[in-house]
């Protein structure tokens, strides 16, 4: 016979096990479909980081003024640690510049396929993942979003007040191809 105590654990248990896999299966969907990838972040602000040129930035020095969020999809908390990042943004010198990226390899990005790619360079990779922790519910799910673009491509190509535009399009999974190709530099 087991005893009541170790019945209300395991009962508990089965039901953190079913919360986290619904809440996994969750965050697959929106990984996979934007619409539900918006109503995640209207629940959970996603939050953000950007590495360009060697450094960790809230809003690099690429944009001509502060990032906006229409949407109110992101979060205000700065960068607190890297696994607590939901969207990176690698901004590249080039393709070859992800070599600098010391943070790259951690995401998951392959640096040699990306480092032998052609200029003008825009990728976007999205998984997500149940991550465990020190924490009185040691499992938690995450997701992550990878946006990797040759700037210094881009800033050839388009204007450079559309920068903020495209970048947070892609960070939301919003299509871009419209701003693409109303954004064009004059030649």
Request: with cysteine; hydrophobic share 50%; charged share 20%.
């Amino acid at each position: 016979m087991l005893s009541p105590l170790f019945k209300y654990t395991f009962r508990i248990s089965l039901v953190y096990v079913a919360v986290l896999i619904c809440y996994f299966l969750f965050l697959a969907a929106a990984v996979s479909f934007p619409s539900i990838a918006i109503v995640e972040r209207k629940l959970n602000s996603a939050t953000f980081s950007f590495w360009y040129d060697g450094a960790f930035w809230d809003n690099p020095p690429v944009f001509t003024a502060i990032m906006d969020d229409p949407e109110n999809q992101f979060s205000n908390d700065g960068l607190k640690d890297w696994q607590g990042v939901d969207i990176w943004v690698l901004l590249l010198n080039g393709p070859e510049d992800i070599r600098n990226a010391e943070i790259a390899p951690a995401l998951g990005v392959d640096v040699e396929s990306i480092a032998s790619s052609e200029p003008g360079l825009m990728t976007v990779s999205a998984n997500a993942s149940i991550l465990w922790r020190w924490h009185p519910i040691p499992f938690n799910g995450a997701r992550r979003r990878v946006v990797i673009i040759d700037i210094k491509r881009l800033g050839e190509t388009r204007k450079a007040e559309c920068f903020d535009e495209i970048i947070y399009s892609m960070m939301i999974a919003r299509p871009i191809s419209d701003l693409m190709e109303n954004c064009r530099a004059a030649d």
